[in-house]
T-cell receptor
């Protein structure tokens, strides 16, 4: 059974048109992460929530925003997608941030910008 | 910022050969995880190592966490074509602004030829 679910699996958006990617989890984990992954590269952390506390990476563009309305859901908003934003976007969760933390990933949303 | 240096980035070997992938950092991590990722899918957790000096085995895969909790290695014995994929190490921050944050190494693309 899928525990971290990302929708949609594939998203095509127009250059400059806002797009939202969604992530839901059934694990009741308090930490949720958004990563950007380009072809054959490691995932790059964009931001993460520790409960309601939002932690933005210093090099995450302002074009990327996130919302976490409750424990189960987290959204990634790209306000004005550019061609360089085409990538796989991965959502992950973990129970806490302490020792032995394990992260569980969704299958990802592949974003294409046309 | 906690950085993980993963090497080698590319590895192409013949079936039956052994290989080792390394993950090194100057930072201490509360735990370190190894993932395997297939094209178009999210990373799948292989193992989490928590204790300095810990060794874990998963069939033909052996994972080791350094005594100082700063480095790790993945050794595959008698590699098979089914082992082909992207292998990622990821460390969980132990404190400060990196507490609980999951940071990835650059990844190793492994190709095992029949």
């Amino acid at each position: 059974d899928a525990m971290v679910i990302q929708n949609p699996r594939y998203q095509v958006t127009q250059f400059g048109k806002p797009v939202t990617l969604s992530c839901s989890q059934t694990l009741n984990h308090n930490v949720m992460y958004w990563y950007q992954q380009k072809s054959s590269q490691a995932p790059k952390l964009l931001f993460h929530y520790y409960d309601k506390d939002f932690n933005n990476e210093a090099d995450t563009p302002d074009n990327f925003q996130s919302r976490r309305p409750n424990t189960s859901f987290c959204f990634l908003d790209i306000r004005s997608p550019g061609l360089g934003d085409a990538a796989m976007y991965l959502c992950a969760t973990s129970r806490e941030g302490g020792w032995g933390t394990e992260a569980f990933f969704g299958q990802g949303t592949r974003l294409t910008v046309v | 910022t906690q950085l993980l240096e993963q090497s080698p980035q590319f590895l192409s070997i013949q079936e039956g050969e052994n290989l080792t992938v390394y993950c090194n950092s100057s930072s201490v991590f509360s735990s370190l995880q190894w993932y395997r990722q297939e094209p178009g899918e999210g990373p799948v957790l292989l193992v989490t190592v928590v204790t300095g000096g810990e060794v874990k085995k998963l069939k033909r895969l052996t994972f080791q966490f350094g005594d100082a909790r700063k480095d790790s290695s993945l050794h595959i014995t008698a590699a098979q074509p089914g082992d082909t994929g992207l292998y990622l190490c990821a460390g969980v921050g132990a404190g400060g602004t990196s507490y609980g944050k999951l940071t990835f190494g650059q990844g190793t693309i492994l190709t095992v030829h029949p």
